[in-house]
């Protein structure tokens, strides 16, 4: 077996409208049964996520936050990958009224057009951070940090490494995470810059495309796809 485990995105990639369907979640689960892991990461909150997604169990580790929180559904544990949010810049942008204002253990989001309020509002404070954009969601992190740092934090406690995970996607804050596995996939409904850099795009689109490359990975470990040279055999 070379792909040891599968790094997915939730909304638009698992989800539809925040939601996993009934064919989705078996195939969750017959990844797991043939002996790999299933990691999530999302650009959501955690709380977020609990309200929408009932089976946080069919994940061995949830990267939340974008990259910026780390969750063991089997124990509860949360581990903070960075830091907390600046105060000075959630008073700022709580002063300017912005909708969807949303503050997290470790990220600020809200949504487009107001990118531009946060970006004057970080300069004026002089803060290390950064913008990242999900299809019209704004989300404010420290500049290390993206998907790929979160996934790179839930590999090492697996004990993987990247080159044996897929990782699939649909959206500009995919990009990281997807390029460093060792096999990038997008669903059909993915943005068309990631599209033009993966390996491989399902025919399916969101969820019907997760469980057409899970059931891929069952039956043929993807050998079809990646070449050999680049795979790393697992002993």
């Not at 124990?75 to 700022?92: F, G, Q, T, Y």
């Not at 970080?122 to 993206?146: D, T, Y």
């Amino acid at each position: 077996m070379y792909f040891r485990a599968l790094a997915t995105d939730y909304d638009g990639t698992l989800a539809h409208h925040g939601k996993l369907d009934e064919t989705t979640t078996l195939a969750l689960e017959r990844l797991r049964t043939s002996g790999r892991k299933v990691i999530l990461v999302t650009g959501r909150e955690l709380g977020e996520l609990e309200e929408v997604c009932p089976r946080l169990d069919l994940f061995d580790l949830i990267v939340a936050e974008n990259g910026a929180l780390l969750f063991d559904p089997a124990n509860d544990d949360e581990v903070l990958l960075a830091e907390p949010p600046s105060e000075m810049l959630i008073a700022r942008l709580q002063a300017e009224k912005l909708p969807d204002l949303s503050i997290g253990r470790t990220i600020i989001a809200t949504r487009e057009p107001y990118e531009t309020i946060v970006l004057e509002a970080i300069r004026e404070l002089g803060l290390e951070l950064q913008i990242i954009f999900n299809k019209g969601a704004v989300m404010v992190l420290p500049s290390n940090v993206n998907k790929a740092t979160g996934l790179a934090a839930a590999l090492e406690r697996l004990g993987l490494s990247a080159k044996n995970v897929v990782g699939v996607g649909d959206a500009e804050n995919d990009h990281a995470f997807v390029k460093a596995c060792g096999c990038a996939a997008a669903v059909a409904n993915a943005i068309p810059a990631l599209i033009d850099e993966v390996d491989l795009v399902t025919e399916g689109r969101a969820g019907a495309g997760v469980t057409e490359l899970i059931d891929r990975m069952i039956a043929t470990d993807l050998a079809d796809v990646v070449p050999a040279h680049r795979r790393v055999r697992v002993v």
